[in-house]
């Protein structure tokens, strides 16, 4: 079966798809921005470049973090990383369930039936 990517574009301001919709909860998974970073084999430095182009796209931070120390650090999602994340889910189940009917027509035109 087709599979469906969603990136939602907000103009210039910038857009949010399934990698950063990933990111975010890597890092709510793991409880950090580094561990959440290497499960999908990319750069803390890259992680946090595209938390930050979140939090500017949304006028607020997506991740409440803490410095390492004796206890060490860790990130959580803010309450707009967490909304960031459930809408960007409900988008996307909304638009899969719109679309199945088409991809599996598209599959069977493919396929020859």
Do not use: C
Not at 59 to 77: C, F
Not at 88 to 100: G, K, M
């Amino acid at each position: 079966m087709p599979s469906l990517s969603l990136r939602i574009k907000f103009g210039p301001k910038g857009h949010i798809g399934p990698g950063k919709i990933e990111l975010l909860e890597q890092i709510a998974a793991f409880g950090s921005i580094s561990a959440g970073a290497r499960h999908m084999n990319m750069s803390y430095k890259r992680a946090w470049e595209l938390v930050e182009e979140m939090n500017t796209l949304f006028g607020k931070p997506v991740l409440d973090t803490q410095k390492g120390g004796r206890k060490g650090g860790g990130a959580q999602l803010t309450p707009i990383g967490l909304a960031v994340v459930s809408r960007f889910r409900a988008v996307e189940r909304a638009a899969l369930a719109a679309a199945e009917p088409h991809m599996a027509a598209l599959e069977r035109e493919i396929e020859g039936g």
